[in-house]
């Protein structure tokens, strides 16, 4: 989780509008309400993915 703050924090420095949240069962649904709320770029981050 420090991991994923940090990738938001220099985001957020960057200049972008960054929301952070636990993705749920039905990823689709999630994403539908995201977009529909005028998120445009959704990042998934896993565990195992993250670098540094």
């Known amino acids: 989780m420090l991991k994923v703050l940090k990738l938001a924090r220099e985001d ?3 200049g972008y509008q960054t ?7 039905n990823k689709k649904f999630q ?3 995201l977009e529909a709320e005028g998120y445009r770029e959704i990042a998934e981050y896993y565990r195992d ?3 540094g």
């Open 31 to 33: 994403k539908e309400q």
């Open 49 to 51: 993915s993250i670098n």
């Open 12 to 14: 957020r420095k960057r």
């Open 19 to 25: 929301m952070i949240c636990n993705m749920k069962k």
